[in-house]
């Protein structure tokens, strides 16, 4: 289980990398941990999936802004000892969100970018904050991220993986969330972008990823019928297939 030190503390990731080649960084969303990807880093070589700090295994706390996150990651990917080309950022919903102010941050710097269920805005129910900011879950939230014929078994892991998270870390996570709006910045992002989306995500809905696709320069859209909004644990062999094709159309 592998761990490495930074500023924050230990922090935990999954999967390896390989230097000089192509890796793929997944990137969790709010509340997340890097074991969301799990399917994905079976499936895909070189590849890593992190736990943001406060999250998962990883030691620190969360952080209120989009950009201090995609600051960790910078270190991260430093820490590692790969260079930013070597990096492809996939990032789901706030970790989508995470990659575009990577691509921003730094143009050109990175190989590609991979966007799972998120936007170029990402706007959070006033009292979903309020109530995480009290100290309580809303389990009605996490619902809403899955289809409504997801199988109930995920749901219910979703909950408790959702309990054990603290209210505080949520409720920062969705603030940064809350604050990010880079619509009128897409069109700076010359990569090569994958948007991908669940049919049935309620959180992120499609409109979200079809602005996305439209505005970025070089983006591609592949949507994933009766899927919600964690389409890596919903449909995974889909997703899969969909970032196996993506990564050997950068290569090639």
Known sequence: MPFVQMQEGRIHYLGGFVSGGLNLLFIHGAGGRADQWK???????????????????????????ISHYADFIRRFIQVLGLKTVEVVPVG?????????????????????LGL????ARLRVWPETIER????????????AA???EAPPVL????????????PEVIAADLQACDRFDVMERLGEIKLPVLVTCGTGDRLTPVKY?????????????RLVEKSGHMLMLEAPAQLNRILLDFKVGIIS
């Open 39 to 65: 399917d994905q880093v079976k499936a895909v070589a070189a590849s890593v999936a992190v736990d943001l700090p406060g999250h998962g295994r990883s030691e620190g706390t969360a952080y209120h802004r």
């Open 92 to 112: 789901h919903s706030m970790g989508g969100a995470v990659a575009l102010q990577l691509a921003l941050d730094a143009p050109g710097a990175f190989a590609a």
């Open 116 to 119: 799972v269920s998120t936007g």
């Open 132 to 143: 995480f900011s009290r100290g309580e879950h809303d389990f009605g939230f996490i619902e």
């Open 146 to 148: 899955y289809h409504q």
């Open 155 to 166: 749901v219910q892991e979703a909950r408790r993986q959702w309990s054990q998270t603290p």
């Open 209 to 221: 990823s079809r602005y996305l696709a439209e505005n970025l320069p070089d983006a591609v859209l």
